[in-house]
């Protein structure tokens, strides 16, 4: 197949380009002139597209370079691109897209919908309020309880904030209004803290049916109060392959995606965080253990019915020493030793490869910048 995958710049596309780049011809679309998963040695090629948050003009520029190239198959990576493509999919009838109807990905998008659907489905979920208006804060901090969180409803690039006391909710809120604006001057709904490991599961489904489960445990983060894994590895936890699988079933899902939960210390329950209803961060655990997600999107694309695998369970462990455990290790320089010690251990995976250098070169000149800037 020609397979036009989205968002060059992310580390969970250079796994997809290198997976399944030895058999088909991989476009790689990024809106950045220089995208990671673009410079690897199983890249066919590099288109620069507009960004998917704009999606009339995303898939408008689709719709000329599946034309132009032929494209076969487009496997979006990011929320935007997954959403883009979602709404739009009847523009390309002829282009195979393993996605869920565009209302199951808005759903999946919106936190506070996920929490009712988790909860109607018997699985612990985090208090939730989203106030209207500054003048209902207040009240719905209380109703939370403290310490909380202030996070964006929708899936996107927004981030959290911690408020530990009533006093300072306002500020904090206002604080983050400044930070991330919501689209429509919409508040970051308060959610109650869960203090504990993070976790997710990671499903493929087809017309509703669980093909493939797995579950992973992250060891180190960035930032480190909770973000993406920049050390994790499998776990062995039945109680998550279960709620994973009943959220899933209620929304009859199609493709792949990560459910995100959180132990919480207090009650040793693990309680439900969001869906990502896309590839995540940490798919290169997944392929590492012999897991190939996007293969079976693959083979879901080439019309063939995928049979259902027991949860997938091995000792093995992923970082990545040159992007998020670097970030890691300036935000908590007392885990070196950590750091250090997983990026030297032979039976610990990492994303460098040294028959395809130009991509791990890219992504430490990015972690430089960031460190740098900030940004």
Known sequence: MRILVTDGSYR??????????????????????????????????????????????????????????????VMPVGAASCRALALNRERWPDVRIVLPPADKMELALDKRRVMAVGAAQGIP?????QPRSMDELEAAGARV????????????????????????????????????????????????????????VFVTYQDGRLCRIMSHRRIREFPPTGGESSCCEVADEPVLIDQTRRLMDALAWHGVAMVEFKRHDADGKFYLM?????????????????????????????????????PLTSRLRFCWPLSSDLRHLRARPSDWRAVIGDALRPSVRTNMRPMDPFPGMIELAATMAHIVTGR
Request: neutral net charge.
């Open 274 to 310: 969001e869906i990502n209803p896309k590839f995540w961060g940490s798919l290169d655990l997944a392929l590492a253990a012999g897991a190939d997600f996007p293969k079976d999107l693959v083979r879901i694309a080439a019309g063939e019915t995928l049979p259902e695998l027991p």
């Open 125 to 129: 979920v985090p208090a939730t309020e």
């Open 145 to 200: 309880g403290f310490p909380l969180v202030l996070k964006g409803p929708i899936e996107g690039p927004s981030g959290v904030r911690y408020v530990d006391e009533p006093g300072q909710l306002r500020a904090a809120a206002e604080a983050y209004v400044q930070r991330y604006p919501l689209p429509g001057g919409e508040l970051p709904m308060l959610q109650q803290r869960i203090v504990g490991p993070g976790f997710g």
């Open 12 to 73: 969970q596309t250079l796994g997809i380009v290198r997976d399944l780049g030895r058999e088909h011809q991989v476009l790689v679309a990024s809106p950045k002139r220089f995208a990671m998963a673009a410079a690897s040695r199983f890249a066919a090629g590099h288109m620069r597209c507009p960004a998917a948050t704009d999606s009339e003009a995303f898939a408008a520029w689709l719709d000329g370079a599946i034309k132009r190239h032929r494209i076969d198959m």
